[in-house]
């Protein structure tokens, strides 16, 4: 399975929280799986750490690098495919997860049940 991690579900990984099912774990931990993670999850994180709502590790990039994930870059065609999506809500990274997801045929990791108003494969955790 690809796999592609919305922004939380990145952060309890690297965090090892409880709030990370144990199904979850074993997807991102399966050497059968590619994981990735988007650009978009990392400008969004860099935003909320640098107005103080989040709380990231001094060495976060080194942390980041150190996993077993691909980076998926932010291409034209994942903005334009926001534009098809219906709007179900306005956040625009989760907008741009679920269009990148969607337009890489990748299944959408994330604990939002908002998912299942989206046209595209996901597992909820």
Do not use: C
Not at 23 to 49: C, G, P, Q
Request: hydrophobic fraction near 50%; glycine fraction near 0%; charge should be negative.
């Amino acid at each position: 399975m690809n796999v592609l991690l919305d922004t939380h579900v990145l952060l309890w990984w690297l965090d090892d929280s409880r709030a990370l099912s144990a199904k979850a774990r074993k997807l991102i931990a399966s050497t059968d799986n590619t994981v990735f993670v988007s650009a978009a999850s990392v400008w969004e994180l860099r935003i909320k750490e640098a107005l103080g709502k989040v709380d990231l590790p001094k060495q976060f990039e080194e942390v980041l690098n150190a996993q077993p994930f691909e980076q998926l870059a932010i291409s034209l065609a994942h903005a334009h495919a926001v534009r098809s999506l219906p709007p179900h809500h306005r956040d625009p990274f989760d907008r741009l997860l679920i269009a990148q997801a969607r337009t890489e045929s990748l299944t959408f990791m994330t604990h939002d049940d908002i998912v299942k108003s989206y046209d595209v494969d996901f597992v909820l955790v």
